[in-house]
């Protein structure tokens, strides 16, 4: 995890919600519920500041989430990638996310306001998060995939630089990088890490070097879950427990 | 649907788990809790009999179902498929199926429960449901998923029949007809109809012709799920209406 390279004192408190994903084709109204009852529950343990580490949830959510829960800053991966692309000064940019988030428009509608004479131009690819979440990354399957939803998109519109909206998508970063190495690719998640860094030296709010333990929660103990945290946190502690929402 | 076609005077009420679809790679206790909460619904309707048209549920959920709700009768879509593979005389005889149901076992335990010398070869092949639940049915990724799935499986055991032991399977027959023209397929849904016609009748539990309208409702009501309920019910009106558990 870039968190735990770039800010090594930071714990974390972790929450999948695996007993409902995936999120990337539902409405925005239960993305919304199902984002708020996480919140809640994070909120009650007392952060100092949440991440919302997943685009379809800041895209649906974020807004809404800012406003209910003043007393705590909160992140979404969608803003940080929007400025960065800004900063590098693309005037051409493709974006790939969920059917949530390119339904939403955010992306457009972001860059647009930081830089109206930004091109934009979208692309829902939904297979590609389940495909992930089944173990297909590294197979011509998911390279077919990607082609299939990409080839004419990237041949059909002139853009040079790809977001890649979608916080499962730089694990298939390497079938876009070899069909169509002319692209520059942009990762929501890590410009958020950078952001953060930023954010907690400019607000006083680093850690100390602390004996806290980083704690993960989860809403279902699906064998898929375990087998990714244990790709994703090989280097850290990772004991998941169990969380029930009232339903 | 073959309910409609087979039994016209009986009418509906549906229940789509659409805000956390898919099941099948979940764990049992998820599985369980979630179907409990949607039986109390149905229950709630006042539903003469329960079918529960999903492989993942009927395998996780079916027996403590039985004993939690006695006063409804359930059906599940894995027993009569079973029956009728072993009235055909099958003796060696392939499974496909989620993640959870090959994990239960529980076709390969009902079929040698009726002919223990029948041979059975199971296979999980999880990435089917969501590459049919995002439009790729027809499509050649879906072929490659399929073969990449079968091919050893049905190369290295010597099986001739075929159960599709998910109810999305049937739709992406096409491809293992055309893939494997030797085996004989198998589709769980088709055979609970017949059953459901020999109870009813059995128990003088037939509806008369009647005005009731189905009713059809779902926990999101998410653009796929629109789509879906449009080409499934195409026949009936399919107005959809959201429920919201208590969460």
């Given at each position: 995890m870039e968190l735990h390279e770039t800010l090594p004192n930071e714990k974390v408190i972790y929450f999948g919600d695996t007993a409902r994903t995936?999120?990337?084709?539902?409405s925005p109204e239960t993305i919304k519920e199902f984002a708020e009852q996480i919140v809640d529950y994070l909120v009650s343990k007392d952060v100092k500041l949440i991440i919302i580490a997943c685009n379809t949830v800041t895209a649906m959510a974020l807004d809404s989430l800012r406003e209910k829960y003043p007393q705590v800053p909160i992140y979404g991966v969608i803003g940080p990638v929007v400025r960065k692309v800004v900063n590098d000064g693309c005037r051409k940019v493709g974006i790939i996310a969920t059917k949530a988030t390119i339904g939403s428009d955010v992306y457009s509608r972001k860059i647009k306001e930081l830089s109206p004479a930004t091109e934009t131009y979208s692309l829902a690819c939904p297979a590609l998060v389940p495909l992930v979440e089944e173990g297909f990354t590294h197979t011509e399957i998911m390279e077919k995939t990607v082609e299939f939803y990409l080839d004419d998109f990237v041949k059909n519109n002139d853009f040079d630089n790809l977001i890649?909206?979608?916080?499962?998508?730089p694990l298939i970063a390497e079938h876009i990088r070899k069909l169509y190495p002319e692209l520059t690719l942009y990762n929501s998640s890590a410009e958020v890490v950078n952001e953060l860094k930023d954010y907690l030296e400019e607000n006083d709010m680093l850690a100390e070097p602390n004996e806290f333990q980083d704690r993960y929660y989860a809403s279902d103990l699906s064998d898929n879950f375990i087998a990714m945290t244990d790709l994703l946190f090989k280097d850290r502690d990772s004991k998941i427990k169990l969380v029930k929402f009232e339903n």
């Open positions: 995936p999120y990337g084709s539902k890649l909206g979608c916080t499962h998508y």
